[in-house]
C-alpha cells in the first residue's frame, strides 16, 4: 500500500483485523511508522515501527485495536471511510480527528 495515507492520518480506515484474518474493522488511523504515541490508560509510549501503523477505535476504552494488538502492518489497509450511510440519523460525513495529545512526536515526511 502506497504512504498516501500519510498526508490525511487521521481518518478511518477499513482494514483486515491482525486477529482474525476474515474479519474486517473499522478504526481510525493515528499514526504512522515513526510516530510515538501514548497508549490509552496506560503510561506506555511506544514508536511505531517501519511498515506499520497505529489504529484505534472511537471508544478507545473498550475497542479492539493497536491498544490490544500492537501497530498493524501498513498492507493490511483497504480503504478509507469517508461517510456514514447507517443509521441515518447519524448520515454524512466522517471527522477527521485524532485525541489530543496522543501522538507525542511526528516524524517528518
Known sequence: MPLYAAAVPLTLH???SPEEPKVCLVKRLI???GD????PGTY????VPKGHCWVEGDNPMVS?????FGPVPLALLE???????????????VES?????RVLLRRTL
Open 14 to 16: 477499513l482494514e483486515v
Open 36 to 39: 510515538w504515541v501514548s497508549v
Open 64 to 68: 479492539s485495536d493497536s491498544k490490544a
Open 97 to 101: 480527528r485524532v485525541p489530543e495529545g
Open 31 to 33: 499514526a504512522l511508522q
Open 44 to 47: 506506555d509510549i511506544t514508536q
Open 79 to 93: 480503504g478509507r471511510v469517508t461517510h456514514v450511510i447507517w443509521p441515518p440519523t447519524r448520515a454524512g460525513r
